[in-house]
């Protein structure tokens, strides 16, 4: 009557190497604590963590193609997770290549930003993974609890005080909001595993009835407000604006990822999700989302704001895979979700990477002190064609990809999107995919018209930028390239499993 | 039986009521202070509800961790760092019999349930028969919810570090 | 099974996560939130153990211990974060932190 | 194989010339990327050569594996591969040759610009997209060509991207042609999911297959064959500029000449009759939308007929010309005279190319003038161009053994007897020839003959490439009418039409043919002031009312036609004109943007950085959704 039926699988040595990515950065963690009383330095700490991840990445390799496994009741571990678990990883350390740049103009020891960053790469692990409420809900809050602190790092900031309390506040809320749905579906179901299954009787008591409902529709409301998904996204441009650059694409992309990924987890193995109501309630999250992110970006002039905007947008666009989802073709369903997300981490991490670049070239030396430039408008991007032309290939390739123009990543996308839905004829939403994407090139495109654009002054110095931006910088291009051209190479990875 | 049944229930029911209460006077009161202590009193009236509910293990957690530990924070930081100043101005100087009728009364039940429950055999009983024990939740917790434990330390770690970015003084001469 | 039907304790935790959310959304001093935060939590809490006590399992207060490590988690970030905006804007009014819109 | 290589060798040069750009001098970059369309030029026409002596009617070749779409019933390879047959034979030649004509102009003409070699690497990148739109063996890689020549077009448009004019032309172009091409793009996922196939071929001979067996099709799938023509249809719509998406094509005249010459007449508006031509297995059984296809056409070709009557820019004349030629095409395809469409559609590129380039030499002698009511009286002082455009002229006019005669005529015969058409668009095709010719006539006795207005200096530039590739032109226009085309391999018919040539009235032909004739003899009287003197000043206004009582006594002269004209052309032309003039499907598009901005406003101020309305509205937001999903 205590235990559950799961409850007996140990902790054996097979068990452990499939989780070992997580166990890898949950050590870097506690060994990253001994280095900060042993050495205090920038660097080191930041090659640690750099290093750290890099294991992980590797560890994280041979689980591709694994089976999946659970790892006691909590977790699963799929080769759909331990592709999302790259992502997230990679995203990761591209942005703590653009944090060490942020980060190591200052004269204080940021130890404490690097134990964040780890910290929430190990929730967005337990994320991908989690096959139970409680490993959601923690992964969820450990997510959360390590961005609240990074969105208001930069201290000195205008905005440190108000994104931090923002994203608290607001998090704060949505994940009590979520954990009220799961204690409402835990109250009518007696179980919080995923693969739990529902009693049929619920659907015959009313008041249960209603209790389980609206444990759905709460918990849903908790995980769009992670996603940003309208009308949960007040906070989104907010947020994404306050934060520094780097902590703003962490949010963009291995908060999204994982957010999406345990979502479409959820949904697959409990299918409850697929009743009705709930279609009708994701229905007008994604309508709502499509219309209102690309609204919002149209005359936007603050690029992180825009990013926001049209991280909106796309996550609308996404939800469409999970409406439409069928117990049929999971495996696409699966190929699709992971290969949007793939071609939306890529095209953001690009951006943001020109982005971080451009803020660092901005910055101007006051005295000793280095001004950060924070407020980073469309039209600093003017003329980055004629000053670096790798970085405004890069934007280019990236928003092309975002705009969901042909021969790029994102192309391809939209393309399983829109197949997907065409399968379950879900036309209303194609429309408004279709009308979403038209106000959005309304916006993408004078991104680009900007880059082309005279400059007005020349006088920002060429700084000398380091060999590890232009390996980036270049590497990125041509995976935007590369991917959009063949993008077999991405879908190869997604091997699916059988169920 | 029936009786005692009905007892726990309408013990349940009264506690709850004070919980809603004494919640209501925390979003609505003005003054920091008092409001925290209104706080402390939901607590302990959602800790007796949670006694009668079975969970004799959850009930203690919630006095001693809850209303003695996280509220002490708060209190504390209030306290420290003068953050009730700005309401204790605008506070309602009357400290009225009737205001202090209310949290005594709060007080006063909660103090008169606990005492009835103790003290009435058979209500015991009937607990000990639904109660999950703490040891049941000890198996479970290091047992199938191992995992999560471990995950629940990384949690506090990082409210450790955010709390301590946010908190630690400025670095004098340098940005950020 | 225990006395109280489930369907009350969970009438009981809305209740309670109703105020919560009225004081988020009406308080303009953060202190306050915070507090109305907590209050929303505990409110989880009570449908967490009500629902594991009605199933007689321990899951429910394992779930109500996690909360715990959360609130506790959330209650020291916010309460600093409060310092700093105490030191910065001299005041606790929410209302303040708006200078990001549009 | 050589039929791969077609489209790298203008990319290779793109990439020489967009990494290079600034490095390289003009002789060097004009040589690249005229090397690389005189190659491509050449390789077509070997690849023709090939196609009509090999037995098979097509060459394919596969070049690598783009992705596959799967679902639990189907799953549909999507290749990257090449397919020609007649039709992108047809194509390939108008583009790779027509296209090596223009960039050898080009290359002259736009010498002096600073940006000469970006802009020689947008020609040379749309040539590449516009042959994998041609060759494409499945509807995406069609669809990425698609989409290549849309972004090469607004790039080229907006070329000269330092006046304001020339940025918004460019961008209206992009966006109104994503209209059609995302109503192509719902078309073709819409023909995924309920024929599970993407390839050309495939699609093609599945729905004949079920089309001409006994069962047919089923009411499902006949109201989805519909649908997908409707939604291909929207796509060739915009591309084309037909009706109602024909806006953005006025405008694009902003680009540099040859970019008009290559782009906005010879080829890249002609994909949509490609399409329509290539999809026509699917436009066969939905004879519904073959209707409207010839209606759409020929309304097209009246309204753009008229509206080129009334223009003063003479690069805009030829613009709305071009719009109704294409109406002529796609009143063919609407018939099912598919042979002829595709015919007018290279006839149409011969000489609209001719037209459009000798126009920029003109302009170019003028200093960019382009109204034609400040030219006159070019005949005298530039013989050469003036020959060159009369005779584009003619072949537009469809005067007898020229090009456009025996490509025109061929789509008037085939009309009147047409299932889909019938004699209304018969008379539509005449009532457009007969404008076609009063247009041309007025272009030509405006700009062409009477007093100079135009005082300054010309500007003569005798560059020798300019004018060889002006002289093939019109060598092809003149003499391109008698390439036979036999294009009977692709086209599918459902069953072998008995020709009933008993119902053709026998004066069908003669009237055909007398139409251009009457427009002329129309035009010289009508115009009689612009042509022989004038005492126009500057800028006047066509001030056809003013002229009301000339036409009087033209009439009383008695042709004949008076009242007839009255009635049907002058007056609702006159109104047509004037609702034209403030072009009302333009004003559309545009109270469409102010409304979507008119939300983003609205939306912004919800938006006001106020965290607890956030909060509040976090809450309302739940309360909401549970109202709607659980009541």
Redesign the interface.
């Known amino acids: 009557m205590l235990t559950t039926a799961h409850s007996q699988a140990s902790l054996n040595i097979e068990i452990i190497s499939v989780i070992l990515p997580q166990l890898i950065i949950a050590f870097g963690i506690a060994l990253a604590l001994l280095l900060v009383a042993w050495k205090r330095s920038q660097r080191t700490i930041a090659l640690f963590t750099g290093a750290v991840m890099l294991i992980a990445l590797v560890a994280n390799v041979s689980l591709l193609t694994i089976q999946p496994t659970a790892v006691t009741q909590l977790l699963k571990v799929d080769s759909y997770s331990a592709f999302a678990f790259s992502l997230v990883l990679i995203s990761a350390l591209v942005s703590l290549h653009m944090s060490h740049q942020f980060l190591k103009a200052h004269i204080e020891v940021h130890d404490e930003y690097y134990l964040l960053l780890m910290l929430l790469v190990l929730g967005a692990g337990i994320l991908v993974t989690s096959n139970h409420f409680a490993s959601l809900f923690l992964g969820f809050e450990l997510l959360s609890i390590s961005l609240v602190g990074l969105v208001g790092y930069h201290r000195e900031s205008n905005f440190s005080v108000e994104s931090g ?2 994203y608290l ?2 998090s704060a ?2 994940s009590s ?1 979520m954990l009220l749905g799961i204690a409402f579906i835990y109250s009518v179901t007696g179980n919080m595993s995923f693969d739990a299954n529902v009693p049929n009787e619920i659907y015959h008591q009313q008041d249960l009835r ?1 209790f389980f ?2 444990g759905i ?2 918990f849903i ?1 908790g995980i769009a ?1 992670k996603l940003s998904i309208a ?2 996204h ?2 989104t ?2 947020v994404y604006q306050g934060a520094p650059t780097p902590v703003t694409l962490l949010m963009a992309t291995i908060s999204k990822v994982a957010m999406f990924v345990v979502l479409v987890k959820c949904v697959v193995a409990q299918n409850y999700l697929l009743y009705d ?2 279609q ?2 994701l229905m ?1 999250l994604a309508v709502a989302s499509m219309l ?1 992110g690309n ?2 970006a ?2 936007q002039q603050n690029l992180k704001r825009l990013i926001g905007y049209s991280s909106i947008a796309h996550m609308g666009y996404l939800l469409i895979v999970v409406i439409v989802l069928s117990g ?2 999971l495996s ?1 369903t699966w190929q699709s979700v992971l290969f949007y997300l793939s071609a939306y981490v890529v095209a953001n991490l690009s951006i943001f990477m020109v982005m971080a670049a451009i803020q660092s070239q901005c910055s101007s030396k006051v005295g000793q002190l280095l001004q950060y430039k924070e407020e980073l408008l469309l039209s600093d991007l003017r003329g980055l064609f004629w000053r670096i032309p790798s970085h405004a290939l890069l934007v280019i390739l990236a928003v092309l990809s975002l705009a969901g ?3 790029t990543m994102g192309f ?1 996308g939209k ?2 999107i ?6 379950a ?1 879900a036309w209303w939403l ?1 429309v408004t995919l ?1 009308i979403g ?3 959005g ?2 916006y993408y ?1 004078p991104i680009i ?1 900007t880059l ?3 400059e007005d002054c020349t006088e920002l110095q060429a700084n000398k930028r380091p060999i590890i931006e232009h390996f980036l910088v270049y590497s990125f291009i041509i995976i935007g390239l590369l991917l959009g051209i ?3 190479v991405v ?1 190869q990875f997604i091997v699916s499993n059988p169920m | 039986m029936l009786t005692d049944l009905a007892t726990i229930d309408s013990l349940f029911y009264l506690a709850a009521t004070v919980a809603v209460i004494a919640s209501l006077k925390v979003v609505t009161g003005s003054n920091t202070v008092h409001a925290l202590l209104y706080l402390v009193v939901s607590l302990l009236a959602v800790a007796v509800c949670f006694y009668l509910m079975g969970a004799p293990f959850a009930a203690g957690l919630e006095v001693i961790v809850y209303a003695g530990a996280i509220l002490v924070l708060f209190v504390f930081a209030v306290l420290m760092f003068g953050l009730g100043k700005d309401e204790t101005i605008n506070a309602p100087k009357s400290k009225s019999v009737a205001n202090m009728f209310g949290a005594m009364l709060l007080a006063f039940a909660l103090l008169l349930e606990l005492t009835v429950i103790i003290n009435n055999a058979q209500i015991q009983q009937t607990l000990q028969a639904n109660v999950v024990s703490s040891k049941a939740v000890g198996i479970m917790l290091y047992g199938p919810y191992l995992l999560a434990v471990e995950i629940a330390s990384f949690l506090l770690l990082a409210g450790l570090l955010a709390g301590y970015h946010y908190a630690k003084p400025d670095v004098q001469g340098s940005q950020l | 099974m225990t006395t109280i039907p489930l369907f009350h304790v969970l009438v009981l935790s809305s209740l309670l996560f109703a105020i919560g ?1 009225i004081g ?3 308080r ?1 001093n953060t202190l306050f939130i915070l507090m109305s935060l907590e209050v929303m939590l505990n409110a989880v809490g009570v449908a967490f153990i009500g629902a594991g006590s009605a199933w007689q399992q321990a899951d429910g207060q394992v779930m109500f211990i996690l909360i715990l490590t959360l609130a506790a988690a959330e209650v020291a970030v916010g309460l600093a974060l409060l310092i700093r905006m105490q030191k910065k804007y001299r005041s606790l009014d ?2 303040l ?6 | 194989m050589l039929l791969a290589s077609l489209p790298f060798y203008p990319l290779v040069s793109f990439l020489l010339l967009i990494l290079f750009a600034k490095r390289l001098s003009w002789r060097l970059a004009s040589a690249i990327s005229v090397g690389a369309m005189a190659l491509t030029a050449l390789v077509s026409g070997l690849l023709v050569f090939e196609l009509s002596n090999s037995s098979s009617h097509f060459i394919s070749v596969d070049l ?9 019933q189907r799953m549909a390879e999507v290749n990257v591969s090449f397919y020609l047959d007649g039709l992108s034979a047809v194509m390939i030649s108008v583009v790779s040759g027509v296209g090596f004509l223009i960039h050898l102009f080009a290359a002259a003409y736009m010498k002096d610009d600073a940006n000469f070699s970006r802009f020689m690497a947008y020609m040379n990148l749309f040539i590449v997209a516009m042959l994998i739109l041609v060759l494409a063996d499945n509807l ?1 890689l069609l ?2 060509g698609w ?2 020549v849309g ?1 090469c077009s607004f790039l080229l448009i907006g070329f000269w ?2 006046e304001q004019a020339n ?1 918004l032309a460019a ?1 209206k172009a ?2 109104v042609t ?2 059609g091409d ?1 109503s192509m ?2 078309g073709l ?2 023909l ?2 309920s024929f599970g196939e993407l390839n050309i071929t495939a699609v093609s001979e599945l729905i004949r297959g079920v089309g001409s067996s006994e069962i047919g099709f089923s009411l499902q799938e006949s109201t989805d064959i519909y649908w997908i023509a409707l939604l291909l249809l929207g796509g060739a719509v915009g591309k084309s500029a037909q009706l109602p998406l024909q806006t953005w094509l006025p405008d694009a005249m902003a680009g540099p000449t040859p970019v008009s010459a290559l782009i906005h007449a010879a080829t890249m508006v002609t994909a949509g009759v490609y399409l329509i031509a290539r999809m026509h297995s699917v436009f066969l059984f939905a004879p519904e939308v073959m209707n409207y296809v010839a209606w759409l056409g020929a309304i097209t070709l009246l309204l753009a007929g008229l509206a080129a009557l009334a223009q003063t820019d003479i690069k805009r004349v030829l613009a709305y010309s071009t719009m109704s030629q294409i109406g002529y095409m796609m009143l063919a395809l609407g018939a099912g005279a598919w042979s002829a469409g595709v015919f007018h559609l290279m006839t149409h590129a011969f000489f609209k190319a001719l037209l459009f380039l000798t126009a920029g030499a003109v302009i170019l002698a003028l200093h960019h003038q382009q109204n034609i009511f400040k030219m006159g009286g070019l005949l005298k002082r530039l013989p050469f161009e003036s020959a060159l455009f009369v005779v584009g002229l003619i072949c537009l006019m469809a005067l007898p053994g020229t090009s456009g005669f025996f490509s025109k005529e061929a789509i008037i015969a085939e009309l009147w007897l047409s299932t889909t058409a019938g004699p209304a668009l018969w008379w539509c095709a005449i009532i457009g020839a007969l404008l076609t010719s009063i247009y041309s006539c007025r272009l030509f006795f405006l700009a062409f003959l009477g007093n100079e207005r135009f005082t300054e200096k010309l500007h003569i530039e005798k560059a020798s490439l300019m004018r060889s590739a002006l002289l093939i032109l019109a060598l092809l226009s003149l003499f391109g009418g008698l390439i036979s085309l036999d294009l009977s391999e692709v086209f599918f018919k459902i069953k072998a039409e008995e020709l009933i040539s008993v119902n053709e009235p026998s004066w069908l032909h003669t009237i055909a043919i007398a139409t251009p004739f009457v427009g002329i003899l129309f035009s010289w009287f009508y115009f009689k002031n612009y042509r022989v003197d004038s005492n126009l000043e500057d800028g006047v206004k066509t001030n056809l009312t003013a002229s009301e009582h000339r036409f009087a006594i033209f009439c009383r002269n008695g042709l004949g036609f008076d009242s007839l004209y009255d009635v049907l052309l002058i007056k609702p032309y006159q109104l047509l004109a004037k609702l034209n003039r403030r072009d009302f499907i333009d004003q559309t598009m545009m109270s469409t ?1 102010w409304y ?2 008119l ?2 406003d609205v ?2 101020m ?17 309360m909401t ?2 109202g ?3 009541l």
């Open positions: 309390f923002k506040i607001l809320t949505a909001f209603l409902e609206m529709l709460l409301s407000f009308p949960f007040f906070w441009p907010d109501n709930v009708l309630l007008i209102m609204i919002l149209l005359k049929e073709s696409f123009i042909p021969l391809i393309f399983y829109l197949s997907q839905a065409t399968i004829h194609i279709v994407s038209g106000i090139l309304a495109l018209f082309f654009e005279k063949f993008p077999d879908s | 959310f988020v959304v009406a303009k929410i209302d932190l708006n200078e990001m819109r549009g | 690598w594996h783009w992705f596959s779409l799967s679902s639990q995406v669809y990425l989409e290549g972004l991207y330092q940025v961008r992009f966006i994503r209209i995302t793009a719902i996922f819409w995924f999911s943007a979507v901005g939300w983003h939306m912004t919800i938006q006001n950085g106020n965290l607890r309305w956030y909060l509040a509205a976090f809450g309302l937001a739940i959704l549970i709607v999903s659980i």
